[in-house]
């Protein structure tokens, strides 16, 4: 695991987008996984402000989700679905048919589930997965616990995890969906290169446990020790509790090595 200690959000933004925009340069089809939350959109802006300045065509760039709320009505505006439209695609231009995602709508969400994981797999996998990391630890919805073999399918939210979301529902909790659709840990690991981002003081416990405890699957973002092409990239407060850190700062620093290339 490469970790990356950066000044801030920003910079991590800009660094992650530059792999990605790397990525669709020597690969213009690339399937890009995006995670939803606030941490990411840093990288979709430096990644389309690089778009509009020309610096990478998208022509043929292909988007998929890693989670998705179950039981918002089609279309509801916090629906990962139309975060990631609004977040990914309008603004980097990619057309309709570019972006896939399970359906949180589906009566059968089971059959919804494993019809994503075919859908990855008939894509050709995903070439890049930005994740970011709950405060419990989580990866995409893989709450504490999850198998860190499971497939997509249907979990349900702790009441950590709904209480962080409730500022996309108005701060009121009782609309946060207390079920959601997840790619699986081991989709996740199936993905070429995992990108994972934290920022901010609230992230510190997750990322140390993350990136210096055991692999467990109490939490979950450890798995990523199991993949043989992770990176870590933490600003200077989510890497405060890392003991590491001198280390880190020491290797990677400047040593973009990890960019996929
Ligand atoms: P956040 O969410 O970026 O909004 O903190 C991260 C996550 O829950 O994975």
Redesign the pocket.
């Known amino acids: 695991m490469e970790v990356v200690i950066v000044p801030d959000a920003k910079a991590g933004g800009e660094l992650i987008a530059e792999s990605i925009a790397a990525l669709w340069r020597r690969k213009p089809d690339a399937l890009l996984g995006v995670?939803?939350?606030?941490?990411?959109l840093p990288i979709y802006d430096a990644l389309t402000a690089k778009v509009a300045a020309g610096a990478v065509d998208v022509s043929r760039a292909r988007v998929c989700q890693l989670d998705e709320y179950v039981g918002l009505p089609v279309g509801h505006p916090e629906s990962y679905r139309a975060t990631v439209i609004r977040q990914v695609v309008e603004p980097l231009g990619l057309g309709a048919d570019s972006f896939i995602g399970p359906d949180g709508s589906a009566a059968d969400v089971q059959a919804a589930c494993e019809a994503y994981d075919r859908a990855l797999s008939s894509a050709g996998g995903v070439d890049l997965q930005i994740?970011?990391?709950?405060?419990d630890g989580?990866?995409?919805f893989n709450e504490p616990c999850s198998s860190l073999a499971s497939r997509t399918r249907i979990k349900t939210l702790t009441e950590q995890?709904r209480v962080?979301?409730a500022r996309f529902f108005d701060d009121d909790i009782e609309q946060v969906p207390h079920h959601v659709i997840t790619q699986g840990i081991g989709t996740i690991l199936e993905a070429r290169h995992l990108v994972l981002l934290a920022t901010?003081e609230?992230?510190a416990e997750a990322v140390a446990a993350t990136v210096e405890g055991p692999v467990a699957s109490v939490v979950p973002a450890s798995a990523l020790q199991l993949h043989p092409h992770a990176t870590v990239v933490v600003d200077e407060a989510a890497a405060s509790k890392l003991k590491l850190a001198h280390y880190f700062r020491h290797t990677y620093a400047n040593k973009p090595t990890w960019q996929g290339l």
């Open positions: 995670a939803t939350g606030s941490t990411p994740l970011g990391i709950g405060t989580h990866i995409g995890t962080d979301n901010g609230g992230k």
